[in-house]
């Protein structure tokens, strides 16, 4: 019989009424012969919630009780939509991730799966032809016991590593758009919806900011071959649209230079002024923010005019500045800097395309573009398939915009 995971974001679950949809979605894959295995998150903003009640609590928590107290909005959803389920006559039972078990790490907050055993819900398809509704986002450390979460979006990560361990035909990410698109569709509304992505591709994007798809999930996608779409929990359950497969490059026919275009304002710029121009600089700067876990994107030294000291710029996540800022400052006088700037107010927006590989000079006419424009760039990465420019946060939508009708990605 085929098998389906099928996951429903926070959105998708956010009223008993939008629960009473996911479970007509449901229904008809079971009515359609297939043994469905169902992952949800918590109802729209209830993690945002959790998360704040656990820093009102206190502001240094314990990062295990912290994952009790934010796995919890998951619970919630899982019981409702098997009390939906039943009442529509389509047998069912919610699992905990600590329950499968769903076994962790212990990196509370940011866990990473290490092993599923589906033989319980596998037994449940067979026997009782039940439906199995998981908690997305949670899991168990093994050796402590201990219910552990996977990072913010963690249920799509939850979905694609049960469907490799149920080694499902395929898994379903509903979400509140109808696929993964050029670029966020909320802030250009030009976005083409794109049928097929490459892992590769999705992967950047992800990792670049779009988060339509938490990029561990991507990662387990590409690394098990689990056949992943994204497609809309707001179709007519009847008859829904089948949204974007992520899927091998070699099964795309029709490929761009650029495929997508993501933002992500997760970052902070720091620049340090006056730096010896001289060996072992850059690493006295940089290890210790790797010791912190500290991780530095990217990185401009400017040329000095007098071989005696240089200015080097590089950016941090947002999350990470303050802590970031304090380490360098404490070892200034190791380091031997001048002064330290940091700056908050910026964005990397950054272009994806596998067609980049082969094809020279795609950068640079984006930068001629965002000059044009008046957009100053403040520091450039590129990699194989992409390239980022970080800029003032204020010229967001407008240098997305502009890159993403620079490479013809706007819907005609
Ligand atoms: P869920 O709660 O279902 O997990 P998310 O809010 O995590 O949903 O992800 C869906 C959102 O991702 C969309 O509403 C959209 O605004 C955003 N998004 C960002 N970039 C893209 C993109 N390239 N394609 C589709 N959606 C995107
Ligand atoms: N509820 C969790 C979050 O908001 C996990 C998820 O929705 O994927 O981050
Ligand atoms: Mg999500």
């Not at 979605?25 to 704040?52: F, I, P």
């Not at 001629?368 to 939508?397: C, H, M, P, Q």
Request: hydrophobic share 45%.
């Amino acid at each position: 019989m085929p098998r389906l995971v099928m996951k429903f974001g926070g959105t998708s679950v956010a009223t008993v009424e939008r629960i009473r949809n996911v479970a007509r979605h449901v229904k008809r894959e079971v009515d359609a012969g297939h043994e469905v295995a169902v992952v949800v998150s918590a109802m729209a903003g209830k993690t945002n919630e959790l998360v704040a009640w656990c820093k009102e609590a206190a502001p240094l928590y314990d990062p295990r009780e912290y994952d009790v107290v934010v796995a919890s909005g998951e619970q919630v959803t899982s019981g409702l939509l098997a009390i939906v389920l039943q009442e529509m006559g389509v047998p069912a039972r919610s699992w905990q991730g600590w329950q499968i078990p769903i076994y962790t790490s212990d990196a509370h907050g940011a866990a990473r799966i290490a092993e599923i055993d589906g033989s319980g819900i596998l037994r449940g398809f067979a026997e009782r032809r039940e439906v199995a509704v998981v908690s997305g986002f949670q899991g168990v450390h093994k050796e402590t016991g201990r219910i552990t979460t996977l990072g913010r979006g963690g249920s799509d990560t939850s979905a694609v590593a049960l469907a490799a361990a149920l080694k499902a035909d395929r898994c379903d990410i509903y979400t509140d758009v109808d696929g993964v698109y050029t670029t966020d569709p909320r802030i250009v509304k030009t976005a083409r919806r794109l049928d097929r992505i490459a892992f590769e591709e999705m992967l950047e994007m992800a990792s670049l900011g779009a988060k339509v798809l938490q990029v561990r999930s991507v990662e387990l996608a590409m690394c098990h071959g689990v056949r992943t779409y994204v497609r809309s929990s707001f179709d007519d359950p009847s008859d829904p649209k089948e949204g974007t497969l992520i899927c091998d490059e070699e099964e795309i026919v029709e490929q761009q230079v650029v495929t997508g275009i993501a933002y992500s304002k997760d970052e902070a710029q720091i620049t340090l002024r006056n730096v010896a121009d001289k060996p072992g600089v850059a690493a006295a700067i940089f290890m210790p923010l790797a010791e912190a876990n500290i991780n530095v994107d990217m990185i401009i030294q400017v040329v000095s005019d007098d071989s005696v000291t240089t200015d080097i710029t590089f950016t941090v996540p947002a999350a990470e500045f303050e802590r970031a800022r304090k380490i360098l400052e404490d070892q200034q006088k190791a380091i031997g800097f001048s002064s330290l700037q940091g700056a908050t107010d910026v964005v990397k927006v950054s272009a994806i395309g596998v067609g980049m590989r082969s094809h020279a000079g795609v950068a640079a006419k984006a930068f001629r573009a965002l000059a044009d424009r008046g957009i100053n760039i403040r520091a450039i990465t590129t990699s194989e398939i992409k390239f980022s420019v970080l800029i003032d946060a204020a010229y967001t939508e407008l240098a997305v915009r502009t890159l993403h009708s620079l490479y013809g990605l706007d819907r005609i």
